[in-house]
């Protein structure tokens, strides 16, 4: 399985971007696609999660209201849209593969290069 992030950039606070990922490979083997991000001098946070095959949601706490995780299975992409974004929303944000079923917020084996988001306040 191969991932790649893309769509960030430098955003004002309230303002909204749309991350995607592109996966190729086995991807459909996959049990779930999740976003994490990783500001400077933080550890690596879980965001949302989509299960590939019963399209079951998860969110992080701290983004529920604003972030939306969705997926195309004819693309084979999934989205990460990002509403009122806040200049403590500024990371590197990561999308990820977990090919067995377990917790969606860790144990992800594949990785794709990170896209980074700038919020200016």
């Known amino acids: 399985v191969q991932l790649q992030a893309s769509g960030g950039g430098l955003v004002q606070a309230g303002g909204s971007l749309r991350l995607a990922c592109a996966a190729s490979?086995?991807?459909?083997?996959?049990?779930?696609v999740g976003w994490f991000r990783q500001a400077p001098g933080k550890e690596r946070e879980f965001l949302a999660a989509?299960?590939?095959?019963?399209?079951?949601?998860y969110y992080a706490d701290s983004v529920k209201g604003r972030f939306t995780i969705s997926r195309d299975n004819t693309k084979n992409m999934v989205y990460l849209q990002m509403n009122n974004l806040a200049p403590e929303d500024t990371a590197a944000y990561y999308c990820?593969?977990?090919?067995?079923?377990?917790?969606?917020?860790?144990?992800?084996?594949?990785w794709g290069q990170g896209t980074l988001v700038t919020v200016s306040s």
């Open positions: 990820a593969a977990r090919s067995t079923p377990g917790s969606v917020r860790n144990g992800y084996d594949y």
């Open positions: 490979g086995r991807i459909f083997s996959s049990y779930a």
């Open positions: 989509v299960t590939w095959s019963s399209v079951s949601i």
